[in-house]
């Protein structure tokens, strides 16, 4: 499915388990590597200070934890390369994107030293709107697997493209696959209005459909829909996931959506943070 990943990496220690996550699943894909550093530039002047050896130990120790990372990814079978840029982290990883014809980009939702901008929100949000690559987020206290995965769904043509992937996901490794349905909506307002009670369960109705329809065209071992009204819906998705132990979480946006309005209002953002495992975000193609 994925040819070429694109890994962003901060050489940090702590980001390692952000490589060794992305190249398992790149080892399964049997997709090439490409795992990149941006430092970003200095903008004072060492040369006032007579020393410019702090600028170039700095540069020389992410390039050492950079080819470690790509040792660590060579060791477990998966052909990487390294790529040391300088510059804006946004700016730079969106141009590599697209220099490398990297089919999906790996990252974590925290950094802890040089690339601290790569958060949802920021240098993710900037590969999301500028890039038709689909987004592996690594974030929670679960490592990616492939055994059971977890698709957020509301029926709009983002959330059928996620289907789809996370359908052919669940076909080529076995997968168990699980559609959630989230609704935010008052208890109280929807017992209180039967108006908007039978607007929401024929949503329901029709969501359910559409995403059965897309699953069985694929060869899935085992699937399920699970519907939950409540608020907020990411905290709903997210612990139906957790209770179905997913490995992985797929949700869609659009090519060049804003990160805060991809999936159901803002969702994809809010879950990332709450998911206990990898996110997946896949891009729907614009015509």
């Known amino acids: 499915m994925y040819k070429k990943m694109l890994v962003a990496f901060d050489g940090a220690r702590t980001s390692m388990d952000i490589v060794r996550q992305a190249a398992q699943f790149a080892r399964s894909e049997n997709s090439m590597v490409d795992i990149v550093t941006v430092c970003p530039e200095y903008q004072g002047d060492l040369r006032i200070h007579g020393d410019t050896s702090v600028l170039y130990d700095m540069y020389e120790s992410i390039r050492n934890a950079l080819n470690e990372a790509v040792q660590q990814c060579e060791e477990i079978g998966v052909k990487a390369q390294g790529h040391f840029c300088v510059g804006n982290p946004s700016d730079i990883l969106v141009e590599q994107v697209g220099a490398l014809g990297s089919d999906i980009v790996a990252l974590g939702t925290h950094s802890s030293q040089l690339l601290q901008s790569i958060v949802v929100g920021s240098v993710a949000g900037t590969v999301v709107q500028q890039t038709a690559s689909d987004l592996l987020i690594i974030t929670g206290n679960t490592a990616l697997s492939l055994d059971s995965i977890f698709l957020a769904y509301d029926g709009s043509a983002e959330a059928e493209a996620a289907a789809r992937q996370a359908s052919a996901l669940s076909e080529r490794y076995g997968a168990h696959l699980t559609a959630g349905i989230a609704y935010e909506m008052d208890m109280e307002a929807f ?82 943070y709450c998911s206990n495992c990898p996110v997946l975000v896949v891009k729907e193609q614009m015509q």
């Open 191 to 272: 017992s209180l209005s039967p108006v908007v009670e039978n607007d929401i369960l024929k949503k329901t109705e029709q969501a359910v459909s559409s995403v059965t329809r897309i699953v069985a065209a694929a060869d899935v071992r085992g699937f399920d829909v699970t519907v939950r009204y409540g608020n907020p819906p990411h905290t709903v998705l997210a612990e139906e996931a957790a209770k179905k132990k997913a490995g992985l979480v797929v949700v869609g946006a659009g090519s060049r959506s804003k990160l805060a309005h991809l999936l159901m209002g803002g969702v994809v953002y809010k879950l990332v």
